[in-house]
């Protein structure tokens, strides 16, 4: 089942996923039909995603049904079922992320296991935060070779995404994990061209960093980049992403992680050094219209996020 594809009897939803969590963590055992009944009235369940939404996270792996046929967590969920939805969000975008639900990621006649969202996902972050407010109607003739035929990657043979419907899912969907943020200056903008979005996945990022390292670590610039984009794979230059970073410049990282960073650092969650004897650097790539803008950075220092 496509992720995006939503319609009756097959709408996917992080927040209904969320209150599927949130209920089965405070519950010894539940089957499916328990469970649908108390999130949701039964004269709801096949229009508010309920069911379509259940079933995608027995699919992906998140969920199982054990030999009584009650649900358990699985997967990325087995070891630590989130308490919080920050926890919950890392939780599935790992799920989501993982090189097992990514088979066929550029094969587009796949759609099981989210893994249209995740192209769509790979389309956008390839794309420079700096420049483009991205609708279904610029993703056309912006995200394109040819206008109006849909966003599409070199190395993929098709769209990424195929409609305006499919686009304003993912849009939704790019948000919640924390890979985009919406844009909503205009009261007109979604019914002309569709919701709108800019590629940022800034809070995605914050949250990586804040499980891989403690406040006041200092890291390599060369090792802290490599981290997050092991941790967040569908990063340009990331395993699973067919886009990469600058190829003129060897040690450049993506325009898109060059922004989260800064955004991180503009919130003291890091910091940047270029210290002169570092054995290793890189460069952040600040492109803006064409035009190469670069800050070389030999060490990043973990703070601590500023409320707000």
Known sequence: MAMLNAGVGQLVLPEIMWAITRYLSG???CSREQLLERISPASLQMRDGSQSTLQWMVGLGLLVDDEKGALRFSGAF???????????KRGLRLALLSDRANEGLLDVSVQERGVDLVRGLCWLLAQSPLDTVWTWETAQSRGAPDRGTGPTLRGVDGRMIVNDNRWNMFVHWAQYLGFAERWTVGRGLRSISGAGLISNPARAVADAIA???APGTEV??????????AFIPVLPGGRISPASGRVDEASAVSITL???MLVNSMGSLISFTDKSDAGSSVLLDFERRGTPSFRRISSVSIGKASNG
């Open 27 to 29: 519950t010894q055992s």
């Open 78 to 88: 087995a070891e630590a079922p989130p308490k919080t939805e920050t926890a919950f």
């Open 211 to 213: 499980v891989l390292w």
């Open 220 to 229: 390599a610039a060369t090792d802290f980049c490599g981290q997050i984009l």
């Open 258 to 260: 060059s922004y989260a």
